[in-house]
T-cell receptor, first 114, second 111 residues
Framework: AQSVTQPDIHITVSEGASLELRCNYS??????LFWYVQSPGQGLQLLLK??????LVQGIKGFEAEFKRSQSSFNLRKPSVHWSDAAEYFC????????????FGTGTLLAVQP | NAGVTQTPKFQVLKTGQSMTLQCAQD?????MSWYRQDPGMGLRLIHY???????DQGEVPNGYNVSRSTTEDFPLRLLSAAPSQTSVYFC??????????FGSGTQLSVL
């Protein structure tokens, strides 16, 4: 069965430090890949997505992600974290060339220390 | 534009009661969906619809009913609430480039 794994439940970084959040998926073909962010008490907001083409994608708020087929990974990165980036981050995958049924990871909660 | 509007924001039910979670959108999106969010489990798809009159099951459909009579509305019905349905429920539509737009959620407690 298709699955999405976010191995880090909770991450704490210092403001200004770099960030990498991990996401691995299980699927033979290239899926549709997404990163969403959720602030407390809010719905989710799309950060970026990958369907095909350049494997390094840029998103909003200075985030980027890289698709690595050999590692079945789609890790999210940011060079310098701001206090406002504290939130929960979800990786999501659409299989079979469609996004009618997205599968979400369990999320990574990011805390930012001053 | 309001986007995706969910009502109510909070609800407490007793086991066995029924209720409907409302979702309305003003973006004219064909696709609408319901997710539940539980601690440590991320979001799981309950039901979705690709247009008026068309619905399909997601990952966790048991105990929930949906219908889609108009493009704007996609209500989620709990016919006989159970404590296992205590969760935060999100409605989402899908716009251009497969982007999901989420409502602000309904927090449901079943006692």
């Amino acid at each position: 069965a298709q699955s999405v794994t976010q191995p880090d439940i909770h991450i704490t970084v210092s403001e200004g430090a770099s960030l990498e959040l991990r996401c691995n998926y299980s699927y033979g073909a290239t899926p549709y890949l997404f990163w969403y962010v959720q602030s407390p008490g809010q719905g989710l907001q799309l950060l970026l997505k990958y369907f095909s083409g350049d494997t390094l994608v840029q998103g909003i708020k200075g985030f980027e992600a890289e698709f690595k087929r050999s590692q079945s990974s789609f890790n999210l990165r940011k060079p310098s974290v701001h206090w406002s980036d504290a939130a929960e981050y979800f990786c999501a995958v659409g299989y079979g060339g469609a996004t009618n049924k997205l599968i979400f990871g369990t999320g990574t909660l990011l805390a930012v220390q001053p | 534009n309001a986007g995706v509007t969910q009502t109510p924001k909070f609800q407490v039910l007793k086991t066995g009661q029924s209720m409907t979670l409302q979702c309305a959108q003003d973006m004219n999106h064909e696709y609408m969906s319901w997710y539940r969010q539980d601690p440590g489990m991320g979001l799981r798809l309950i039901h979705y619809s690709v247009g008026a009159g068309i619905t399909d099951q997601g990952e966790v459909p048991n105990g929930y009913n949906v219908s889609r009579s108009t493009t704007e509305d996609f209500p989620l019905r709990l016919l006989s609430a159970a404590p296992s349905q205590t969760s935060v429920y999100f409605c989402a539509t899908r716009g251009d480039n497969e982007k999901l737009f989420f409502g602000s959620g309904t927090q449901l407690s079943v006692l």
